[in-house]
């Protein structure tokens, strides 16, 4: 067989583009955002080629998961839900903290969140559930229950230490069951039982959540005196207060965000605030085409600005123009996915296709939600574009799966439509 790129990136192409213009966009930006990395240190390349070698590991990664059958995705579930399971109780007693957040474990050498590889088993759960259960009408009474069962422990695991990952995961498993065609009533009260449960959950978090009180002497510091603070804590608490250690932190997020009170720019507090400050100075000055790449103002004084907050500097330098190109990339990519989807012949590998690619849009809408001040402050990054480790890599095998079932799920057969020709006789010919 002779030697050519079509032979190693295969399946879809669209997809492959998008995640090449991603890509390209990440380098970029993660390079001109990691400034504060390599302050004081002798080599300023080292995070850019680290992050391109994740990438370039991330694209080996796309090659060999698109070889790999769709159909064998199955028989990895039910492992797949023993391990997820197994690690998220793990982090919870013995997980590394960062950030004031525990979600980090080590295995083997290697450091990863239990959380994203749960994202897409959870995913990867459903999709099997949706697709054994369909019947003419819809799915069977029983799909909602399996799906309840399945995801609802895993979503409280991820939940004590990741908050907005678990919202997250919810709002896809919802969007799975709705294109799953799972019954309008059962979805519907889900709806609106999660919502009631929100509001008790706030509620619960602003009457007993206790913000943390950081006196801040440096704002390089911030984030090391709250991880501090978390790691004193710990030594204190009981098994419940362990549970829900974070709600402090979800309580002031809340009312960051709820808050109305608009503050005078003069009293506005950057080094407690620095956040959502920098972000906001960031992207009122960009204008439409921005300052250009590398030409940030903002990018050493915004904290994450190469992970969280990355959006923000996108914006800064490609403008608003720059902005919404990278939004309308994760929406294509959402389009293209549904149109493979829409080709499966089969319910399993549409069904999977979907779940992955709401999983990435959910969160990078999420992501810019965040950076623009649509929503409070989440701490998820940009799937494909923040700097990341473990995280990137699994995004990119969620990739990897997509082109899979564009390679190798079985296809619709076209439908046969009659033709009248010109001397009155029909026959048939395929749509074009």
């Not at 991330?58 to 579930?77: L, S």
């Not at 069977?140 to 069962?149: A, G, L, N, S």
């Not at 923040?386 to 296809?411: D, E, F, P």
Request: glycine residues 8%.
């Amino acid at each position: 067989m002779r030697f050519s790129l079509s032979n190693i990136f295969k399946g879809d192409k669209v997809i492959w583009m998008i995640f090449f213009f991603l890509c390209v966009i990440s380098l970029i930006e993660v390079f001109s955002s990691s400034s504060t990395l390599t302050f004081n240190k002798p080599n300023y390349w080292a995070p850019i080629i680290k992050h391109g070698g994740i990438l370039l590991l991330g694209v080996v990664t796309m090659v060999v998961v698109q070889n790999i059958d769709c159909k064998y995705f199955k028989i990895a579930t039910i492992f797949l839900i023993m391990f997820s399971v197994a690690t998220l109780i793990w982090v919870l007693f013995a997980g590394h903290t960062t950030n004031g957040a525990q979600r980090w474990v080590s295995l083997l050498g290697i450091q990863f969140q239990p959380s994203e590889i749960a994202k897409g088993t959870i995913v990867l759960a459903v999709a099997q559930i949706l697709s054994a259960m369909q019947t003419e009408n819809g799915t069977e009474e029983k799909t909602f229950t399996y799906i309840f069962y399945v995801t609802c422990p895993m979503l409280f695991l991820i939940m004590v230490e990741n908050l907005s990952t678990a919202i997250l995961i919810g709002m896809v498993v919802i969007g799975m069951m709705l294109y799953g065609r799972v019954s309008l009533r059962k979805v519907g009260k889900l709806i609106g039982f999660l919502a009631v449960l929100g509001v008790v959950l706030i509620s619960l978090i602003l009457l007993f959540g206790e913000e943390e009180e950081t006196v801040v002497n440096d704002k390089n510091n911030l984030t090391e005196q709250v991880a501090n603070n978390e790691k004193n804590k710990k030594e204190d608490e009981n098994f419940i207060q362990k549970m829900f250690h974070r709600a402090g932190t979800w309580k002031g997020r809340i009312k960051k965000f709820a808050s109305n009170k608009e503050t005078p720019a003069k009293e506005f507090d950057l080094l407690t605030d620095s956040q959502v400050g920098y972000s906001n100075i960031a992207i009122a000055s960009s204008g439409f085409i921005g300052k250009g790449p590398g030409n940030s103002e903002m990018r050493e004084l915004l904290p994450q600005a190469f992970s969280d907050f990355i959006y923000a500097i996108i914006i800064e330098e490609l403008g608003i123009a720059g902005g919404i190109f990278v939004m309308f990339l994760y929406i294509f990519l959402l389009w293209r996915a549904g149109r493979i989807a829409d080709r499966c012949a089969n319910n399993f590998p549409a069904f999977l296709v979907m779940g992955l690619a709401l999983l990435l849009v959910c969160q990078a809408m999420f992501n810019m939600m965040v950076a623009v001040g649509l929503a409070p402050v989440t701490g998820q990054p940009l799937p494909l574009i923040s700097k990341g480790g473990t995280s990137t890599i699994i995004n990119c095998m969620y990739l990897g799966v997509i082109l899979s079932v564009s390679i190798s799920a079985k296809r619709k057969k076209k439908k046969q439509k009659a033709i009248v020709d010109n001397d009155g006789m029909s026959s048939s010919s395929p749509n074009p």
